[in-house]
């Protein structure tokens, strides 16, 4: 299976409908891959929370309309990061799209986990309810974003719910780039599972981005890493090693706490 990681450079000077239009160009570049992921808002910016009011788009506004369309013409699943989502009968979401290579609409997810400590994302946008998964031909992919990353039970239930790799779009400050290596070999070491974790470069509202896209397999190795600019990274890989691992040592197997209700 081939990836193709987009990291994508968030410049302020450049506006959200020519980032849409520049952004589909490099996934329809990516014809030939089997899965093409994007970072977490990258129509704004993850820091630029000043924007995610004026930005704020339903479900099937102009980010879908593009990007379903650049699925459709590269003929590739596409998770197409997350978008600033206005629910018109709710508050903001921090939401993801995943589409088909026909262009359809396959899984929608609401960031569960918000950022900011009683400030910013954590009081502007609304959380998530549910854990979401996406069959693909040959692998299940679970669906996290960015800040979900440090929350090792979001993972937990997407492998119980079938998960085999991990897809994390992120808006990762560089100040903490060490914790996303970690976390991310973390993640994939604890579930058996491949990590496919897609960040931002540049810098959002001031903040610069930690990029290093990065790729793990079920063991921890590192696959691919990309450096701090913008860049795709791509990578083949084979989902079977996912159940191989899990056999091979089957670690899952002896899980105890939390598979049972409390008395």
């Not at 397999?217 to 159940?243: I, M």
């Amino acid at each position: 299976m081939r990836a193709s990681l987009i990291q994508i450079a968030v410049n302020e000077d450049e506006s959200v409908d020519s980032r849409r239009q520049r952004v589909a160009a490099l996934v329809r570049r990516q014809a030939g891959a089997d899965l093409v992921v994007l970072p977490e808002l990258w129509t704004i910016g993850a820091f630029a929370y000043e924007e995610f009011g004026r930005e704020a788009e339903p479900l099937d506004g102009p980010t879908y309309e593009v990007m379903a369309k650049a699925a459709s013409d590269a003929g590739v699943w596409l998770h197409a990061g997350s978008i600033p989502e206005r629910d018109p009968d709710g508050p903001l979401y921090n939401t993801s799209l995943v589409f088909s290579p026909s262009g359809e609409l396959a899984a929608a997810y609401r960031k569960i986990h918000r950022f900011g400590f009683d400030k910013g994302e954590a009081v502007l946008m609304g959380a998530g309810q549910e854990l979401v998964t996406v069959r693909l031909p040959g692998t299940t992919l679970g669906l996290a974003t960015c800040y979900d990353l440090r929350f090792p039970e979001l993972f937990r239930g997407l492998v119980d719910a079938g998960a085999e790799t991990l897809v994390l779009p992120a808006g990762w400050p560089e100040r903490r780039r060490a914790h996303w290596t970690l976390l991310a070999q973390a993640r994939a070491v604890e579930n058996q599972a491949f990590v496919l974790a897609c960040g931002t470069a540049g810098a959002h509202a001031g903040v610069p981005q930690a990029g290093h896209s990065i790729v793990v397999d079920p063991w921890g190795e590192v696959l691919a890493e990309a450096g701090p600019d913008e860049e795709v990274l791509t990578v083949d890989f084979d989902p079977a090693k996912v159940a191989a691992t899990r056999e091979q040592f089957p670690a899952l197997k002896d899980r105890v706490l939390g598979l049972r209700p409390p008395r």
